[in-house]
């Protein structure tokens, strides 16, 4: 009866780790997937104008940074109206979130999450509620242990890069495209 | 010994033939109207785009196999900085990215696996110091980890610039 229990155990963790994998691999492809505008082969012509926010620290020393457009991020106003949503670029100085536009001078800071980490904290946190389902179903033990991981993968999966624009970084958008 | 610095000083003043060699205080007092930034997208499969932003520190080869490196500086859409060299862009063929996080890592652990080499040395233990001598090569090539793109034949580069 034990044996069995553990061989049933070890199938559900190979489960849950496969499953695990398998989650990865799909965020890194949906990551990966091209837009729609962006889609393209040898036939297919690529478009014209790319625009990205390019944020620049002021300082000489300081390092850039590039948000591409379609991402979700999130932003204070200097009027202290907080908007998160995917963003689109209208034009040089205007950007739009949840159909509301806003002028890249009215932004006091800008947030955007790191993808890398939301991956790593989404595969914790699957793989943790795995475990936590199984040993519960297993034992009729409440995974009390679980807590903690799970409360670290969200801290994880949640973080992200903040850029302080009215001291510390400049913003403006680039446009360009290949030839 | 002798052959290895040979080699070494031969390696370190290879460099672009048709490059110019920058002052690096002109470069510094350097004006820049613009600011871009290089996209390498490959030209198949996903079209993963790469963006890179000034200061990046990467190492660029041309046709001939003569390369150059350093931290770039797009000073426009055809011409780049690559530490001091200023180099045309079209004539560029590879560029290497090298990882920041890869960089930084193999540079404390190796500097610091240095450090007890030669303290090690100077302390009367020259075996410990040879036995730590590979894991200090190891840490040190971690530095030389970066991301090779093809800009002729796997990818495409192009570059954005402010309105």
Known sequence: MKQHTISNVCHIMLLSIFMTIQFVVQCQSAE????????????????????????????DFGKAAVVTEN??????????????????????STIEINQQLLSLDAISYLKVPRKNFRIVGGSIASTVTLIAV??????????????????????????????????????????GGPN | MKYILFFAILYSTLGFGQSQ??????????????????VIQKKTGNQ??????????IRVSNAAGAHASGKLQIVSPDTILVGTQKIAFSEITRIDVYSRVFRTTGLILGGFSGFLNLYLLAFGE??????????????????????????????????????
């Open chain 2, 126 to 163: 020259p075996e410990a110091s040879l036995g730590i001598l590979p894991v200090t090569g190891a840490f040190v090539t971690l530095t030389l980890i970066s991301r090779r793109y093809n800009i002729v034949d796997k990818h495409r580069a192009y570059f954005l610039k402010s309105y």
């Open chain 1, 134 to 175: 199984i040993t519960f179903a297993v034992s009729g033990v409440p995974p009390l242990g679980a807590i903690p991981f799970a409360a670290a993968s969200y801290i994880i999966f949640s973080a992200s890069k903040k850029y302080d624009l009215q001291t510390v970084y400049s913003i403006q958008v680039l446009r």
């Open chain 2, 21 to 38: 060699s920058v002052d690096t205080n002109m470069m510094q007092n350097q004006e820049k109207s613009e600011d871009f930034v290089l």
């Open chain 2, 48 to 57: 993963k785009k790469r963006y890179i932003v000034d200061k990046k520190r």
């Open chain 1, 71 to 92: 991402r979700t991020i999130k932003v204070m106003t200097k009027s202290g109206q907080k908007l998160k949503g995917i963003f689109s670029i209208k034009d040089s």
């Open chain 1, 32 to 59: 990966n997937s091209p837009t729609l505008c962006n889609v393209q082969s040898d036939s297919v012509q690529t478009p014209a104008t790319e625009k990205v926010l390019f944020l620049k620290k002021n300082s």
